[in-house]
């Protein structure tokens, strides 16, 4: 069993920088990859940037250059730097681990970029 929960979401003005946090917890030894979602209103979720268990990185188009996903040294933490911010950045956004072959999800952490 894994547990993730994030943090560091609010609100901020476009052109503005935030940073998510997403602390696991539980076997953590088993995480694959990690990764952060995003759900916008009305919209389905989707995909923002993943990272696996060996460091290799992955970006939605729209992100690569703005969000950089990083994770502490002792793999329990993942971040989410993200700068340039635009309305359509606004969202809950979700961490999610790949582990033990299931996926996790934690609750989620509204961001709102105003314009």
């Known amino acids: 069993q894994v547990h993730l929960v994030e943090s560091g979401g609010g609100l901020v003005q476009a052109g503005g920088s935030l940073r998510l946090s997403c602390a696991a917890s539980?076997?953590?030894?088993?995480?694959?990859?990690t990764g952060w979602y995003r759900q916008a209103p009305g919209k389905q979720r989707e995909s923002v940037a993943t990272?696996?268990?060996?460091?290799?990185?992955n970006y939605a188009d729209s992100m690569k250059g703005r969000f950089t996903i990083s994770r502490d040294n002792g793999l329990s933490t993942v971040y989410l730097q993200m700068n340039s911010l635009r309305p359509e950045d606004t969202g809950v956004y979700y961490c999610?681990?790949?582990?033990?072959?299931?996926?996790?999800w934690g609750q989620g952490t509204q961001v709102t970029v105003s314009s």
């Open positions: 999610n681990a790949f582990a033990g072959g299931r996926p996790y």
């Open positions: 539980g076997s953590i030894f088993t995480i694959r990859t």
């Open positions: 990272i696996t268990s060996g460091g290799i990185t």
